[in-house]
């Protein structure tokens, strides 16, 4: 089945210490998101791309960055995680970009910061 | 700016009865999407079902339909007979060049 995988499941790192999550799609989506999930509140999104064309949120921090290597894979990297940036990481598809498109979500990755 | 508000932080319903969650939005735009997405605890979020603002009849998607009142900038989401695996937290979203979430609604079903 078609479908958006993200790995690991949930991810320990120490705070400071660099972390990468990653995404993976079978869709042949065009679009791919980050959003970040805190506990009980709605996901924000973090940036997105759109093909090779990387466009950032403009309050999301300097600290998260992300590479989109090919169609199929995107990563987000947080650089120096600090406590407050413990929460679900979501990823997401879609074909296009614009309001009618419907985003296909991955189960997510729980990142815990010691 | 647009913003979702889902007043309903949580419900709760019988297997086989029906409920209502309420979702309201605040746009200046005539054309757009709105989205109503389930979250099962620790599975990903999939869609339920999705409006497009400029058709007038409300969308339904097996036990699953929506009021849709533009005017009023009002979504609610009906679940019909409702089964133990709707047990979810609901998020109203909007969308037109990105999806604007509201705070969500823990559902719970009871036997």
């Known amino acids: 089945d078609a479908m958006v995988i993200q790995n690991p499941r949930y991810q320990v790192t120490q705070f400071g210490k660099p972390v990468t999550l990653s995404c993976s799609q079978t869709?042949?989506?065009?679009?791919m998101y980050w959003y970040q999930q805190k506990s009980s509140q709605a996901p924000k999104l973090l940036f997105h791309?759109?093909?090779?064309?990387?466009?950032n949120e403009a309050d999301t921090p300097d600290n998260f960055q992300s590479r989109r290597p090919n169609t199929s894979f995107c990563f987000l990297d947080i650089r120096s995680p600090g406590l407050g940036d413990a929460a679900m990481y979501l990823c997401?598809?879609?074909?296009?970009?614009?309001?009618?498109?419907?985003?296909?979500f991955g189960p997510g990755t729980r990142l815990l910061v010691l | 700016a647009q913003t979702v508000t889902q007043s309903q932080p949580e419900m709760s319903v019988q297997e086989a009865e029906t409920v209502t969650l309420s979702c309201t939005y605040d746009?200046?735009?005539?054309?757009?999407?709105l989205f109503w997405y389930k979250q099962p605890p620790s599975r990903q979020m999939i869609l339920v079902i999705r409006?497009?603002?400029?058709?007038?009849q409300n969308a339904t998607e097996n036990r699953f339909s929506v009021n849709f009142q533009k005017a009023a900038k009002s979504f609610s989401l009906k679940i019909s007979d409702s089964q133990l695996g709707d047990a979810a937290m609901y998020f109203c979203?909007?969308?037109?060049?990105?999806?604007?979430f509201g705070t969500g609604t823990r559902l719970q079903v009871f036997p």
């Open positions: 997401a598809t879609s074909r296009d970009f614009g309001g009618q498109e419907t985003q296909y």
């Open positions: 869709l042949n989506h065009n679009v």
């Open positions: 791309y759109y093909d090779k064309d990387f466009n």
């Open positions: 746009t200046s735009e005539s054309d757009y999407y």
């Open positions: 409006q497009e603002a400029y058709k007038q």
């Open positions: 979203a909007y969308n037109t060049d990105k999806l604007i």
